[in-house]
């Protein structure tokens, strides 16, 4: 019948407000209780080094031209030995919107995301990191890539030196 | 004590009418009016019907006048310009009228002039004037109630759904 | 005389305990809430401020205090600043009759724990209420926003309608009590509360009261997802949170107004009254908070249909019902 279904229909939600009364909330309290966010999780970035403790940053720009608001900017500069590095590398973390494209634009795998989520500050200025404060000592999530051990031909290593390289070819030779 | 309180109570009723019919505004005629309805309320009272001032209150101030804003609000009666010029001036009869409202109803609680007159029973009892209603004024009543019967069969008819093809 | 000074004195020293306990519930109520409807869904609601947040409405004042008081462009400002007062004014004037215990006798007077017990109390509460809708009204359309404007015609109509099937499922209550004084109603439910005598008016009341409160689920006049806020879209500081505090202050009412009709006022065993009564009274307010957390809002229209053409026709049947029976009862 029509009437009892209205009338179950109008306490049924009442005993399950009740139920929900004495169960225990979800919420986590967050400075005292926090969470721990997946490895992947997309927060503070930060540029890694190489394994062998050199930068892995080349300042190709690729991030900084994938980034959608534009909070990434450096200089790129060249060693000695033609290898590029950034002269300054900056990152606006009052506009950083943690999308990760950065991170998958970048092919030196330089540029990563942490699970440090607690960079909230009241001066807008410390947000703006400098190189120095976003380099960080390890390789992150690989750690053994190296971009020059398999590309950059010639720049770093003789051609030929990386592992899983020819040499260069001869044109003056016909032997195979 | 009664006649002049009477009087000032008349004073202040025919102030606030005549307030609520100069004014431009419907809100603040209606505001008036219920100013007005307090006063007649009070009058109630200083005649020894408390009740009579209760239903007074409930159903004119409460349930009439309410009623009142909503047709105005609904219709959108109520001019948009607000006139120029500090507020508290076209405020300044209210205020002056529920001033004196205030100080006839302290008036009458301290002296209480309705105490040692001959009051019929009705006018306080509330089942005597149920009884009194319905076997004395019983005539009256009915009167009434055909009078506002006659005005909603007006009423539906006057606002009833013309029926199709024929004009006003 | 001296006399007249002790009672001066008296009702003064009620008035200030009366406005004391009412304000600090009004408060707290906010607060609990609050907490209560955090904890329906699964949350904890506030608990920052003080020992488990209790010292939020104690912020939450500050807060309002400070703000800016705002008045729109082109509002009728008079009004406009006025109304919120009276909502709140009349929410507090309905405890003048509310009996909260039994007399006491303190240096041999007696003393009434009521501060007027008018004989037409009952009737005292019903002028109060309709002009408390002055208050939403006159501030829904002095505010010169098409929905404070909305919000206002919502609740004129709906407080209209149903203060007509509340004003009828009292009616029993007066029947058996047969008098309008809230203390003789009271003193009628010695035995047993009217909860169990007249139970179809009881839940006439709650229906008719809650949307004569303008509270979840008929809180039409204010619905957010509707019409931004309703009749107080346009306020800001300290008079929106005369509206607020109306609002609880109102549910005291409410608590109390269903406790004195239906529960048995102060009557109870075991504890002393006013305990009791004030047990009664947070146990309502419980009753609306949890209403408030399980109930969705139903359409304008669908309410103003319930409340004509369910409830009233219901309400008079029930005063049929009940008249007769009493009468078989008594004869």
């Known amino acids: ?176 | 004590m009664t006649t002049v309180l009477f009087y000032i109570l008349g004073f202040i009723l025919l102030a606030a009418t005549l307030m609520c019919i100069t004014r431009r505004n419907p809100v603040h005629a209606v505001i008036y009016l219920v100013a007005g309805f307090f006063a007649l309320a009070l009058m109630f009272y200083l005649l020894g019907a408390p009740l009579v001032a209760a239903w007074e209150v409930i159903v004119y101030a409460g349930a009439i006048m309410v009623l009142f804003l909503f047709i105005i609000m609904m219709l959108g009666l109520a001019p948009q310009e607000v006139p120029e010029g500090p507020g508290w001036q076209r405020w300044l009869p209210l205020v002056l009228l529920s001033a004196s409202l205030m100080a006839c109803s302290l008036l009458i609680i301290l002296q209480d002039p309705a105490a040692g007159q001959e009051i019929p029973d009705f006018y306080l009892a509330p089942q005597a004037l149920g009884e009194a209603l319905f076997s004395r004024y019983a005539m009256a009543v009915e009167m009434v109630s055909f009078q506002l019967l006659f005005a909603t069969i007006g009423a539906f008819l006057l606002g009833r759904p013309l029926p199709k093809g024929e004009d006003q | 005389m001296n006399d007249l000074l002790i009672s001066l004195v008296l009702i003064l020293v009620k008035l200030g305990l009366i406005l004391g306990v009412v304000l600090t519930m009004a408060a707290y109520l906010v607060l609990a809430e609050r907490k209560i409807l955090g904890r329906m869904q699964l949350r904890y609601g506030p608990n920052r401020i003080g020992p488990g947040g209790m010292m939020q409405p104690l912020c939450d004042v500050i807060k309002l205090l400070t703000k800016e008081d705002f008045v729109p462009d082109r509002a009728d400002k008079w009004i406009f600043l006025f109304a919120p007062g009276l909502t709140a004014l009349a929410a507090l004037l309905s405890f003048a009759v509310v009996p909260f215990s039994p007399p006491v006798t303190l240096f041999g007077r007696e003393i009434p724990m009521v501060v007027c017990d008018l004989n037409i109390g009952l009737l005292y509460i019903f002028g109060l209420s309709s002009l408390a809708v002055y208050g939403v009204v006159l501030g829904g359309w002095a505010s010169n926003s098409k929905y404070s404007l909305l919000g206002a015609l919502r609740g004129l109509a709906q407080l209209v309608s149903y203060e007509l099937a509340l004003g009828l499922a009292l009616v029993p209550v007066v029947m058996s009590a047969k008098s309008f004084s809230l203390n003789a109603i009271v003193m009628a439910q010695a035995d047993w509360p009217n909860l169990l005598r007249h139970p179809l008016a009881f839940i006439i009341f709650m229906i008719s009261i809650t949307a004569e409160s303008k509270r979840t689920p008929f809180d039409m006049p204010e619905a957010e997802n509707e019409i931004v806020a309703g009749y107080h879209t346009e306020y800001s500081g300290m008079r929106f949170g005369l509206f607020f505090v109306g609002e609880y202050i109102n549910l005291v009412v409410i608590g109390a107004m269903t406790t004195v009709f239906f529960l048995g006022g102060w009557h109870g065993p075991f504890l002393p009254p006013v305990v009791w009564f004030i047990l009664k009274v947070l146990f309502v307010a419980f009753l609306f908070i949890w209403a408030r957390g399980s109930m969705p809002r139903p359409r304008y229209d669908q309410l103003m249909h319930f409340g004509w053409k369910v409830l009233i026709p219901l309400a008079l049947l029930n005063v049929v019902l009940s008249g007769a029976i009493s009468l078989a009862v008594n004869s």
């Open chain 1, 1 to 176: 019948m029509n009437l009892w279904r209205d009338i179950k229909g109008t306490l049924q939600p009442f005993w399950v407000t009740l139920g929900y009364l004495f169960k225990k909330p979800v919420t986590i309290q967050y400075p005292e209780e926090k969470r721990t966010p997946p490895p992947r999780y997309r927060a503070r970035i930060v540029l890694t080094c190489n394994p062998d403790g050199s930068e892995r940053c080349v300042a190709c720009q690729l991030c900084s031209a994938a980034c959608p608001v534009n909070c990434i900017s450096m200089q790129a500069a060249e060693a000695a030995d033609g290898r590029r590095y950034a002269a300054w590398f900056r990152i606006n973390f009052s506009r950083c919107i943690f999308c990760g494209l950065c991170t998958e634009a970048c092919p030196t795998m330089a540029i990563q995301t942490t699970p440090d989520y607690e960079i909230c500050n009241r001066d807008v200025l410390k947000l703006v990191h400098e190189k120095e404060d976003l380099l960080i000592d390890g390789c992150g999530k690989d750690t053994e890539y190296n971009f020059y051990e398999h590309s950059g031909i010639g720049v770093v290593n003789e051609r030929g030196g990386n592992e899983d390289e020819y040499g260069p070819v001869d044109p003056k030779s016909l032997l195979p």
